[in-house]
């Protein structure tokens, strides 16, 4: 498994910006997928973007708003949040998996073998 470690979460003020990255214990080249997922209170675990081998996945609900990104030589993986609601108070969770993800319109927890341990957003 790669251990994966998140930071840049914290509160904001509705339509403010925050971007969280994940640094990936193994080198990215090693890692054919990475992405996030977010779990509100009382809610279930949902996928909210992913990046893999240039296909991307972006949640209908954060479309236009949310942008991921991979850095391979830093071993990084960001996501930008801009334009943010309270709906986007979660705990968010860094994933990775060293198969390709196709996707399919959907971010499927179990394709997924590593899971960091997650940076709380909070939006008021």
């Known amino acids: 498994h790669v251990q994966l470690v998140e930071s840049g979460g914290g509160s904001v003020q509705a339509g403010g910006s925050l971007r969280l990255s994940c640094a990936a214990s193994a080198y990215t080249y090693s890692i054919n997928c990475m992405g996030w997922f977010r779990q509100a209170p009382g809610k279930q675990r949902e996928g909210v973007a992913g990046?893999?081998?240039?296909?991307?996945y972006i949640r209908d609900s954060v479309k236009g708003r949310f942008a991921i990104s991979l850095d391979s030589a830093k071993n990084m993986v960001y996501l930008q949040m801009n334009s943010l609601k309270p709906e986007d108070t979660a705990m968010y969770y860094c994933?990775?998996?060293?198969?390709?993800?196709?996707?399919?319109?959907?971010?499927?927890?179990?394709?997924?073998?590593?899971w960091g341990q997650g940076t709380q957003v909070t939006v008021s």
């Open positions: 994933v990775a998996d060293r198969r390709q993800c196709y996707f399919g319109g959907i971010m499927v927890e179990a394709q997924f073998n590593s």
């Open positions: 990046i893999s081998s240039g296909r991307e």
